[in-house]
C-alpha cells in the first residue's frame, strides 16, 4: 500500500467560498501528523473528508488506494471500520451506557465476541468505574477519553483525533498521548488536529512526528519553529 | 417459534435505537384501526359476492308466467300454458304454485292470514330451466296465443341491477381493502419518518463508527414491522369478534344480517396481520433508506 489517505489537488466548498484549496498530501502507513492551524481554518474540515464525511468538490482524494468518490455507501462504512476517529464534539449515544457505547463499533460490524478488552481499555483511559454510567453525566474530559477508547477498540489502521485533548488536563493529555505513540508504533496511522503545541512538542520527543499547519486553504509543512 | 430472519435481533440492533414514544403507540393503532376496518371490508366483500352468486343462481335459471284471467278461465288458460311450456325446448319444468306458496309469498307483506281465495290475484306458474336457455321471444308469443292474459317474466329487469349492485359491492369492498392498505403504508411511513427524523443524530453516530445502512434500516424495520404486526392482530381479532357478535342470518333477515364468514371464510382475515406487518416491513424499509440518504 502506497498510502492510507491521499489527497491530490483537493478542493473543499461550502456553499460560501472555498475553505480548502489544493490539497496535495499522502499519510504513509505508519506515518504520525500533526494538523495545526487558526481557529475556522479548515482543521475538522480536513479530518471530515479523510473520513469521508464530507467529499472533496475538486481533486482526488484515495482511501485505502480506492477513490472516495467511487465508494458506495457500504464501502464508506467499511472504510470507517478502518479508521478510528475522535470527534471534538463526542457523539455517543445517549441512551446507551458508556461500555456499550465504546463497543459501539464492535457491535455495529458483528464482532461484540472482540470486547474482551474493554475493561482493560476503560481502565486504561481512566473510566474503570464508569462503564455502566450514561454519557450525559460525564464531564468533558471524561467523554473525551471515551471517545478515544471507542476510537481505537476496532484496532484500526488509522487514528483520527480532532482536538482530543481539548477537556483534559496535562496528566491526562500525556497519557492520551503516550497511547497515541504506542499505537503509532505498532504501525497505525495518526494524525491529530491540535492547538496544544507543548503537546506538540513533547510528541515529537517520543515519534517522529511531521507536523502540518493549514493557512489561507492550504496546507503546509511545518516544524522547524515547533 | 423462530421468528423471520429480518425480525430477528441477532445483532444488537434494537438496541442501538432509543426507546421512541408516541410513534410506537401511533403505529400500533394506526395497525389496529386499519385491520379492524379491513376485517368489515372483507366480510362486506364476501357477503357481497356471495349475494351476487346466491340472486344469479336463484333467479338466472327460474322465469315466472303470471296469468289473469277471468275466474272460469283460469284453470283452462293455466292448462293451455303448461302443456305450452310442456313443449318448450329449454323448459325442464313448470308448474302452477299452489294457493299456499301464493300465500307464503305474500305473508311478509300482507302477513299470514291473508284471503287468498277472496282476492283477484293472478295464478303463478313456475319454469325451471334445464341450463341450454329457451327462446323467451318466441315463447311469449305462443303463450300470448294460447293464454292471453299470460306474462312472462324471465326475472332479466331484477336480476341484472341485482347483480350489477352486489358486483359493485363487492368492488367497493375490494377498493376499499386497497384503500386501508395504502393508509396504512402511508401511515407508517410518516411514522418511521418521524422516528428516522427525531434520531438523526443516533444515526449520524451510528454512521460515523462504520455501521452501514441496511444494519440501521434493520432496527427501525424491526420495531415497525413488530409493532404492526402486533396491532393488526389486535384489531382483526377485535374485527372478527366485531363479526361473530352480529345477528345471524335467517329467513327474514335482509342483506346486512348475511354479513360475515362462513365456514373457511373465517381464515381470509387470519392473514390481514402478516400482510400489514408487510406492508409495514416494505413501508419502513423504503423511508429508512430514503431518509439515510438525507441524514448522511
Known amino acids: 500500500m502506497r498510502s492510507v489517505i491521499a489527497f491530490e489537488n483537493v478542493a473543499y466548498s461550502y456553499g460560501g467560498g472555498e475553505l480548502l484549496s489544493d490539497i496535495s498530501l499522502r499519510l504513509a502507513p505508519g506515518s504520525f501528523h500533526f494538523l495545526t492551524g487558526p481557529s475556522g481554518a479548515g482543521k475538522s474540515t480536513f479530518l471530515k473528508l479523510c473520513y469521508a464525511e464530507l467529499l472533496p468538490t475538486a481533486g482526488h482524494l484515495s482511501l485505502f488506494d480506492r477513490e472516495v468518490r467511487s465508494l458506495s455507501r457500504d464501502d464508506i462504512a467499511l472504510t470507517r471500520r478502518r479508521i478510528g476517529v475522535v470527534h471534538q464534539d463526542c457523539q455517543f449515544l445517549d441512551h446507551l451506557p458508556l461500555a456499550a457505547n465504546v463497543t459501539l463499533p464492535l457491535t455495529v460490524a458483528g464482532r461484540t465476541g472482540e470486547a474482551k478488552d474493554l475493561n482493560d481499555l476503560l481502565g486504561w483511559v481512566g473510566l474503570g468505574a464508569l462503564g455502566q454510567a450514561l454519557p450525559p453525566s460525564l464531564s468533558g474530559g471524561e467523554r473525551q477519553r471515551a471517545a478515544l477508547a471507542r476510537a481505537i477498540i476496532m484496532g484500526p489502521d488509522v487514528i483520527l483525533a480532532d482536538e482530543p485533548t481539548g477537556n483534559l488536563d496535562w496528566e491526562m493529555s500525556l497519557r492520551l498521548l503516550t497511547l497515541l505513540t504506542e499505537l503509532n508504533r505498532m504501525g497505525k496511522t495518526v494524525l491529530v488536529a491540535t492547538h496544544d503545541l507543548n503537546l506538540i512538542r513533547q510528541a515529537k520527543s517520543q515519534v517522529p512526528a511531521r507536523v502540518l499547519r493549514i493557512a489561507k486553504r492550504r496546507i503546509q509543512l511545518a516544524g522547524a519553529d515547533l | ?296
Open chain 2, 1 to 296: 417459534m423462530k421468528l423471520p430472519l429480518f425480525l430477528r435481533d441477532d445483532s444488537g440492533t434494537d438496541s442501538v435505537v432509543p426507546p421512541s414514544g408516541h410513534t410506537a403507540w401511533l403505529t400500533s393503532f394506526t395497525a389496529a384501526a386499519m385491520a379492524f376496518l379491513a376485517v368489515f371490508a372483507l366480510a362486506l366483500s364476501l357477503a357481497a359476492g356471495n349475494l351476487a352468486a346466491r340472486w344469479s343462481d336463484a333467479l338466472d335459471r327460474t322465469a315466472t308466467v303470471r296469468l289473469s284471467a277471468p275466474e272460469d278461465q283460469i284453470d283452462l288458460q293455466t292448462k293451455a300454458i303448461l302443456d305450452t311450456l310442456a313443449t318448450t325446448p329449454g323448459i325442464a319444468s313448470a308448474r302452477a304454485m299452489t294457493d299456499e306458496e301464493q300465500r307464503a309469498l305474500l305473508a311478509p307483506w300482507f302477513g299470514p292470514d291473508l284471503p287468498i281465495d277472496s282476492l283477484p290475484l293472478p295464478r303463478l306458474i313456475e319454469i325451471t330451466e334445464d341450463g341450454t336457455g329457451y327462446d323467451t321471444e318466441g315463447l311469449r308469443q305462443r303463450l300470448a296465443a294460447e293464454a292471453p292474459g299470460a306474462v312472462l317474466d324471465d326475472h332479466t329487469r331484477w336480476r341484472r341491477p341485482l347483480a350489477v349492485a352486489a358486483s359493485r359491492l363487492r368492488l367497493l369492498g375490494l377498493l376499499s381493502i386497497v384503500l386501508i392498505t395504502g393508509a396504512t403504508a402511508a401511515m407508517i411511513t410518516l411514522a418511521a419518518s418521524a422516528a428516522l427524523a427525531a434520531n438523526a443524530q443516533v444515526i449520524r453516530t451510528l454512521r460515523l463508527v462504520g455501521a452501514r445502512d441496511a444494519y440501521i434500516a434493520r432496527a427501525f424495520v424491526r420495531r415497525f414491522t413488530l409493532r404492526a404486526l402486533v396491532g393488526a392482530a389486535i384489531g382483526t381479532a377485535l374485527g372478527m369478534l366485531g363479526v361473530a357478535l352480529l345477528p345471524a342470518a335467517d329467513s327474514a333477515g335482509g342483506f346486512l344480517t348475511g354479513l360475515g364468514f362462513h365456514g373457511a371464510g373465517w381464515l381470509l382475515p387470519l392473514a390481514l396481520p402478516p400482510l400489514t406487518a408487510l406492508v409495514a416491513f416494505a413501508a419502513t424499509r423504503a423511508s429508512a433508506f430514503r431518509k439515510l440518504r438525507e441524514l448522511t
